[in-house]
């Protein structure tokens, strides 16, 4: 059981470029999200989705898309990268929505030029 | 969902016991409190949660007044490996559909 995964653990992209981040979970768990953490700073919340094919917007959705096909992935696409977006991406899961516990990956930096 | 509010940080030494009291006016009934732990360059890990009244784990306790407008987490004899971020988050349960926000935080930093 490798709970929340994320991949790559870090990526430098130059101003412009697309990526996506990889986030998995093996545990069932419907109910997924992204947040960044800029340094020093709380999480914010970019995107979540309570099940497959479900997804909606957080406080800073502008310039991520995500989709859920699967129950077990939930990816992040940065469309156009902006040196705004450089910080840490959690992704998190949990059984049973925003009331339970949150399980988190390790997180990915990102470094935009 | 309901705001949550709670000091942005607080300063401690070890073997001392830490109060981090976080507000929540606007709890509805079937909301739950969660506290969440996070250090540097991780994400964050679930500490407690709670109802009403009091809950104990190994790790921490958290103290809820009968009127559940604030909660108390408490840290018994924190050491230095204490210092970390710690949210305080109000979620209804069972299954619930909305977004989670966490917030800014109370950063902890335990001195020797």
């Known amino acids: 059981n490798a709970g929340v995964t994320q991949t790559p653990k870090f990526q430098v992209l130059k101003t412009g470029q697309s990526m996506t981040l990889q986030c998995a979970q093996d545990?069932?768990?419907?109910?997924m999200s992204w947040y960044r953490q800029d340094p020093g700073m709380g999480l914010r919340l970019i995107h979540y989705?309570?099940?497959?094919?479900?997804?909606d917007q957080g406080e800073v959705p502008n310039g991520y898309n995500v989709s859920r096909s699967t129950t077990e992935d939930f990816p992040l696409r940065l469309l156009s990268a902006a040196p705004s977006q450089t910080s840490v991406y959690f992704c998190?899961?949990?059984?049973?929505?925003?009331?339970?516990?949150?399980?988190f990956g390790p997180g990915t930096r990102l470094l935009v030029l | 969902l309901a705001k949550t509010t709670q000091p942005i940080s607080m300063d401690s030494y070890e073997g001392q016991e830490v109060n981090i009291t976080c507000s929540h006016n606007?709890?509805?009934?079937?909301?739950?409190i969660t506290w969440y732990q996070q250090f540097p360059s991780q994400g964050p890990r679930f500490i407690i949660q709670g109802y009403k009244t009091k809950v104990t784990n190994e790790v921490a306790s958290l103290f809820i007044p009968a009127d559940r407008k604030s909660s108390t987490l408490s840290l018994p004899r924190v050491s230095l490996s204490d210092t970390a971020v710690y949210y305080c988050l109000v979620a209804q349960k069972p299954y619930n559909t909305d977004k989670l926000i966490f917030g800014t935080g109370t950063r902890l930093q335990v001195f020797p």
């Open positions: 545990m069932n768990h419907e109910y």
């Open positions: 606007n709890i509805a009934t079937n909301d739950y």
């Open positions: 989705s309570v099940g497959a094919g479900i997804t």
């Open positions: 998190a899961s949990s059984y049973g929505g925003a009331g339970e516990t949150q399980y």
